[in-house]
């Protein structure tokens, strides 16, 4: 008679096992799903076809801001090949979609599948056109004539502000449609009376995140059992699932959503969209497939943005360079709607939120206004808010040792939080756990020998070249639990993941989750933690992700929480199903639990040659009756739930060494470093790969990418020829060093690293730039830094310094 084994019995005799035989979790294994995504075997929402499937495109607004007086369809509806052509009047049983908070100050737009009475940004859908073919589609929506009323337009977020704005919701009565303030201390009395201060307007503009694929979205019905499935490039399928289930007041168990394969997302792809109500109400509607494919165009003019700050910052610090306060008024343009389910507050909020970075400052005051203006929304864009507060922390850091005569780096170390003060409580009321500030800092500038860097910068100098080294430190929370909205307020608990893992009569072992890949490799990191605490092989587990019957609230991936909460929710549903297994073995062997090892996808007998696979034992479990008793006999299968609470925090250092041709003004980056500290690694390879590609990001925001609107609200960046990205020839080669300080809050002592190098590079290229620049006296205060930017930035210097030579003459 064998009974479980205690929960301590059990986690000891794991962590000997782990010791003995070869690492799992910590391996640079090869990512198992990059066979079929590089053979183009992937299977991406646009390959999906139906039979009889119709195809949408979109009438969109030409105007930034108006009312729409009339619409005349008819045309369209005559057209070859159109089956139905649909407007907001048609949708009036779908409910608007509201993204709900409960911080003060804060105004809820609604999101409908088609534009209502107006239009608040160009591109924003206003007719749906069905037809058999794209192609016939796109013709149809030249016969719809829409009548329109131009509006005021709003597209500075200063100007919406004012009490005297049009209002782009009258409703709401302002355009402000969040405010907040964090205190800590008397910021204003500090600043006042401190011996040294630094202060910039400093403005980060507007971005897109620019996946390589485009949103997809294709809708299933079935009428005879009112069943709908989306099929949807997103990132949050769970979230899309119950938002559908309030627009069209469906039960969830007749909804479901799933993100398949999807080509990138960094946030854009982590929000409900218009389009997606719309297909799903069209395939209710007319009882066919509806599948819509955005082009590129549409993508960059209305998938949502990112960044787009203007922030008014002072650091204030004694004559020894100890910071004693700092203080920041930021304004965000958060474009027309308010989005869903992270609300206007996101990215604005976050940015005071985490201005304080891993800086003792004993005096903070940050205020921050989120404004409505005739733009694509804002949404989560890799790094949310905290690409602005690093670059605006960092650079007064600089400035400061500027000021002071003093090193970058030595009055960095001499403001971090120190390992010997840890859990610390910024000015905002974050509170970074045991974080590797000091230490991520040190390392970069080991690795990149900076003393070294420094005479070679002299040498550089005395030459009459233009070369700079860049300093950038930042932290972030990650893995957040359900103690933390990841947007402030916001009632959507995303702070809980689920793991379901079963192994079969076959011996297959399936384990599902609620999160979605989108290119991070999590069907790899997973199927390690499942691998690692089950005792199975990586090969052997199939990852089922993306999709939102998987579990019970499959929300998604975002906010560097897949890791750390699949991987928490992974280790204890996998321990439960070995604990299962290990009991049944011990009656099939006739052994003690405590003789038995599990791995490799078998269960042996210490010192003996008896062994059982999981095949083996599977078909004993399911299918061969009466070698278990009955009332032993158990399904190798659980659930588990995992709530990190609180979560944990990340933290990294980022040095960037650039050279500026000073005849063309182009910005050369000579060598990237990165010390980062994610806590335990699964997977160094799949870590290294996140860096590369959030530091390319980063890179792409310092000194490319930027979406700019005419007056009119007109985006003229609308391909790939204006809005430009950076390609593997500007992006240099990144070391990158890990400090794996495991995370005490976590289970596994895992942290999220995701969105770090996003974080980090753009305000570490800028202080670089700075540097290269500084015997010029010029200050950086705006990205990206592009060559035009730069050379006005040194022609305006030039004009400076001779009028003030001639008004001293």
């Not at 909205?485 to 916001?490: D, E, L, N, Q, T």
């Not at 005490?744 to 540097?771: C, H, K, Q, S, Y």
Request: hydrophobic residues 40%; glycine residues 8%; aromatic residues 6%.
């Amino acid at each position: 008679m064998t009974e479980a084994l205690p929960k301590s019995a059990t986690a000891s005799r794991e962590a000997e096992e782990l010791a003995t035989r070869p690492k799992i979790v910590g391996a640079s294994v090869k990512r198992t799903e990059d066979p079929r995504l590089l053979t183009g075997k992937g299977a991406y929402v646009d390959d999906r076809k139906v039979p009889g499937m119709l195809h949408v495109a979109f009438r969109r607004s030409d105007h930034s801001h108006a009312l729409i007086k009339a619409i005349d369809c008819g045309a369209a509806r005559d057209a070859d090949g159109v089956v139905a052509v649909f407007t907001a009047e048609d949708m009036r049983e779908v409910n608007a979609v509201f993204a709900t908070s409960r911080m003060k100050n804060y105004y809820a737009t609604p999101i409908t599948g088609l534009a209502i009475g107006k239009v608040r940004y160009v591109g924003e859908p206003v007719v749906g056109v069905i037809a058999q073919s794209r192609y016939l589609a796109e013709d149809a929506l030249e016969l719809v004539d829409i009548t329109y009323e131009p509006l005021p337009v709003v597209i500075d977020p200063e100007e919406a502000a004012k009490p005297s704005s049009a209002l782009l919701h009258e409703e709401a009565n302002t355009n402000v449609l969040c405010s907040r303030e964090f205190k800590t201390g008397d910021a204003e009395a500090a600043i006042a009376s401190a011996a040294v201060r630094v202060s910039g307007r400093f403005r980060f503009h507007r971005k897109t995140p620019t996946a390589m694929e485009n949103r997809t979205y294709l809708a299933e019905y079935e009428p005879g059992r009112d069943e709908l499935t989306l099929y949807t490039s997103s990132q949050v399928p769970g979230i899309i699932r119950d938002a559908l289930s309030d627009a069209f007041d469906m039960p969830g168990s007749q909804l479901r959503v799933v993100a398949p394969d999807v080509g990138g997302g960094f946030g854009g792809k982590a929000s409900l969209y218009p389009e997606e109500i719309f297909v799903a109400f069209a395939a209710r509607r007319l009882g066919r497939a509806v599948k819509w494919t955005s082009d590129r165009m549409e993508d960059l003019a209305a998938t949502s943005q990112g960044f787009d700050q203007i922030v008014n910052a002072e650091l204030a610090l004694d004559a020894e360079g100890n910071a004693i306060a700092l203080r920041a008024e930021v304004i965000g343009d958060v474009g027309a709607y308010s989005i869903y389910p992270w609300t206007a507050v996101i990215e604005p909020v976050q940015v005071v939120s985490f201005l304080p970075g891993p800086y003792k400052i004993a005096n903070y005051l940050g205020r921050v206004r989120g404004i409505a203006t005739s733009k694509p929304p804002t949404g989560p864009y890799r790094g949310v808010g905290r690409p602005t507060s690093t670059f605006v922390t960092e650079r007064l850091m600089d400035m400061a040792a500027q000021r002071l005569g003093m090193d970058p780096i030595t009055l960095r170390l001499r403001n971090m939080i120190q390992p010997d003060e840890f859990p610390h409580r910024i000015g905002s009321g974050i509170i970074w756990d045991q974080c590797a500030f000091t230490e991520c800092l040190n390392a970069a500038c080991g690795k990149a020998d900076y003393q070294e860097l420094r005479a070679r910068q002299a040498e550089a100098r005395a030459a009459g070249r233009w070369f700079g080294i860049g300093v950038a430190c930042y932290a972030e929370l990650t893995g957040i639990g359900s103690r933390i909205s990841v947007a402030p307020g916001m009632p959507i608990n995303t702070g809980t993941e689920t793991a379901k893992i079963a192994i079969d009569s076959t011996g297959a072992v399936t384990a599902a989750f609620g999160v979605t890949a989108m290119g991070q490799g999590l069907e790899t990191t997973l199927a390690q933690v499942v691998a690692e605490h089950l005792g199975g092989r990586v090969e052997d587990i199939r990852v089922i992700q993306g999709d939102s019957a998987a579990v019970p609230n499959a929300t998604g991936s975002y906010a560097s929480r897949s890791a750390v909460l699949a991987g928490g929710a992974a280790t204890l549903a996998a321990q439960e199903v070995k604990e299962k297994i290990i009991r049944a073995a011990s009656h099939l062997l006739e052994a003690a639990s405590e003789d038995l090892v599990v791995e490799d996808g078998k269960v042996s007998v210490v010192g003996t040659d008896r062994t059982l696979t999981f095949r083996q034992l599977a078909r004993a479990v399911y299918l061969e009756m009466g070698r278990i008793p009955a009332d032993k006999r158990e399904e190798l299968t659980s659930t588990k739930t995992y709530d990190p609470v609180f979560g944990t925090s990340a933290t990294a250092a980022h040095l960037a060494v650039v050279e500026i041709n000073p005849d063309t003004y182009e910005i050369k980056l000579e060598r990237f470093v990165v010390a980062e500290d994610c806590g335990r690694l699964i997977n160094p390879m799949i870590v290294d790969g996140q860096v590369h590609g959030g530091v390319a990001q980063g890179i792409g925001a310092a000194l490319y990418e930027e979406v700019v609107y005419n007056d009119e609200g007109q985006n003229v960046t609308a391909s790939l020829v204006d809005y430009v990205i950076p390609t593997a020839t500007e992006v240099p080669l990144i070391d990158v060093v890990h400090i794996e300080a495991e995370s005490v809050t976590t289970l596994n002592g895992f942290r999220g690293m995701g969105e770090g190098g996003t974080i980090g590079a753009p305000a570490a290229v800028a202080n670089a730039v700075a540097d290269a620049v500084a015997p010029l006296g010029i200050d950086i205060l705006e990205l990206p830094i592009s060559p035009e930017r730069l050379f006005r930035l040194i022609e305006s210097s030039k004009n400076h310094k001779d009028s003030s030579h001639g008004h001293e003459t």
